[in-house]
């Protein structure tokens, strides 16, 4: 048992609910957490486990109602000594702790920050009022503080608004903000989930050093265990409210004793074989009633051998290109005159040349900011290119008309990354997915339209009970499971997954990974697979290209790409792929 002097934070028996329209919802239940000085602890877990609720009762952030807090204390030492109930404190008395004493890091720093202020002088307001320092001395500190976490330029970064700077960038002012009256808690929620796995590694790098500097104590939260691994001692599992597992990061990792941490180990896409499906939480457990399965796993780990991803190859590759991208040159407009004529152009896709065969899943991997996503949108003309060649079956796209297009886009879709800002949010899915199928002409009629609608939310493992539903009443995955039905439709031949499972959950990115090679299996579709996650990209696709400033660095053959990359770029991207130990 830990010593009580120890002890920074001790929540005991916590229970939260949550009112809903469909009745009393558990948000945590009977939780108990200890935190000592200077110590690291990540909680993980899905959506919906508790894990974000359990942070902002630490900070008073909860909104009360719909938040119920049922029973528990949260004690926490004070700089003075102090032990408080942080439960038990009034909105004033909390105010002075948090960012003072309790500071928080959330995941969307364009949220967080305030967007008509400059950057600086939103961290400079913290320090004056818990600080007690002048505007000028404020401004100092500020920018000490903008270079201890490395952001460049900290003077201009200063004067900047949070649209001018990158999402790296911002979240780093963020950090800056967090530490600048030297909390003793830091909590840390979901602080990397939306960044490139270069910039995730700097930050987790920046994050342990500024901890082991100022001695804080961190709640890490997060669903990706590969980022546990990397910056926590000791680790919590949540599901449904629940702890399930608690115990030294290696130990669980290593020899993980309740399914449901089985399963979530087991869902990342391992960079090391290639498995024909990817396993699921509800391999593990009965997802429908939340209860475990004692018995053996249900699923079983069959691979790919390299000699049926031969045979594969040899199939589709000995055929003639569906697409042909030849010096294929996309710009914006970086500055304009008083006029609004352009002066300066930046090259977002610059000469960019490929093939993309009939059959195969092309991966397309890179930096944010490295032409990727503006690739993906030139080829389907929603942004036209400045120069180059796209060949699709031996037509020219360049050259249609755009009546010409509109009939073609049926053949080439795109799944985009936020399925809730693709979808209407006053269609029914139901009408959502039989709208493209009338403006196309496909089906005999409303009737004929409903029964095909029904039949591809089955397919997608929705149901016919689902077709009434509004988008905001689905979760993430069944959004996107419903933007997956909606390409289908159409009956396209060509689709791009623009960074389609990047916001989403491993299970239920792994589910959703699963259905696309199914789909890809049995329509015989061509992906064009879009991610700044290589173990993601490498688990799908059949050759992969590498991007970095609008040029291609190196393209190949996935598994070669990855085991032996000739570029600097790809091996640095390689590296930054976190590991569960």
Do not use: W
Not at 250 to 275: M, S, W
Not at 415 to 436: C, H, K, V
């Amino acid at each position: 048992m830990h010593n009580d002097k120890d002890i920074l934070l001790n929540i005991k028996d916590l229970s939260i609910d949550f009112r809903t329209e469909d009745g009393i919802r558990t948000g945590v239940k009977k939780l108990d957490l200890q935190l000592k000085k200077g110590e690291v602890v990540g909680i993980v877990g899905e959506s919906g486990s508790g894990k974000s609720v359990s942070s902002l009762s630490v900070m008073g952030l909860l909104p009360v109602p719909p938040a119920i807090i049922r029973s528990g204390e949260i004690r926490f030492e004070t700089k003075a000594g102090e032990k408080v109930d942080l439960l038990s404190l009034g909105e004033k008395q909390m105010q002075e702790l948090r960012g003072n004493e309790i500071a928080m890091i959330f995941q969307e720093p364009m949220t967080s920050l305030n967007p008509v202020k400059r950057c600086g002088e939103q961290v400079a307001e913290a320090l004056i009022l818990h600080k007690n320092l002048s505007r000028k001395e404020a401004k100092e500190k500020t920018i000490a503080l903008f270079e201890e976490v490395m952001l460049p330029r900290p003077q201009e970064i200063y004067n900047s608004y949070p649209h001018q700077i990158s999402g790296g960038q911002k979240q780093r002012v963020m950090i800056a903000m967090a530490i600048s009256c030297e909390p003793s808690l830091l909590i840390a929620d979901e602080p990397t989930t939306a960044l490139d796995v270069t910039i995730q590694k700097t930050i987790l790098e920046l994050l342990l050093k500024l901890q082991k500097k100022y001695g804080m104590s961190v709640i890490f939260i997060t669903h990706d265990l590969g980022v546990i691994a990397q910056i926590a001692r000791r680790v919590v599992v949540m599901y449904r409210g629940n702890v399930m597992e608690e115990g030294d990061v290696e130990q669980i990792f290593k020899n993980p004793q309740h399914p449901y941490t089985q399963g979530l180990i087991a869902c990342r896409p391992p960079v090391d074989k290639r498995y024909k499906r990817l396993p699921v939480i509800a391999d593990f457990i009965d997802g429908e009633k939340g209860v475990f399965d004692s018995r053996e796993t249900k699923f079983r780990f069959e691979e790919i051998t390299p000699e049926q991803r031969k045979a594969y190859h040899q199939k589709i590759y000995s055929q003639e290109p569906v697409m042909k991208i030849e010096n294929l040159t996309t710009e914006y407009v970086q500055k304009r005159n008083l006029l609004g004529k352009p002066l300066s152009f930046v090259k977002a896709v610059d000469t960019v040349s490929f093939d993309i065969y009939k059959g195969e899943t092309l991966g397309l991997v890179g930096e944010s900011g490295c032409g990727k996503t503006t690739l993906g949108r030139t080829i389907l003309r929603m942004t036209e290119a400045r120069s180059g060649k796209i060949i699709y079956k031996g037509r020219s796209l360049n050259e249609l008309s755009n009546s010409q297009m509109k009939a073609l886009r049926k053949e080439i879709q795109i799944i985009f990354q936020d399925p809730y800002s693709s979808l209407n949010p006053r269609l029914t899915i139901g009408r959502a997915i039989m709208e493209p199928m009338a403006v196309h002409g496909i089906g005999k009629g409303k009737h004929d339209r409903q029964r095909r609608t029904v039949e591809l939310l089955e397919r997608v493992g929705l149901g016919e009970e689902h077709f009434n539903r509004y988008p905001h009443e689905f979760s993430g995955g069944q959004r996107q499971r419903v933007v997956v039905a909606r390409t289908l439709a159409l009956k396209p031949e060509l689709i791009i997954c623009d960074e389609s499972v990047s916001a989403l959950d491993v299970s239920v990115q792994a589910q959703v990974l699963n259905l696309l090679n199914e789909l890809k299996e049995d329509f015989g579709f061509t992906y064009v697979f879009i991610s700044h996650d290589l173990s993601v990209v490498k688990f799908m696709s059949d050759r992969i290209i590498v991007m970095r400033e609008g040029k291609i660095v190196e393209a190949g053959d996935a598994d070669e790409i990855y085991y032996r990359p000739k570029d600097e770029y790809t091996k640095k991207l390689i590296d930054a792929i976190p590991e569960v130990v």
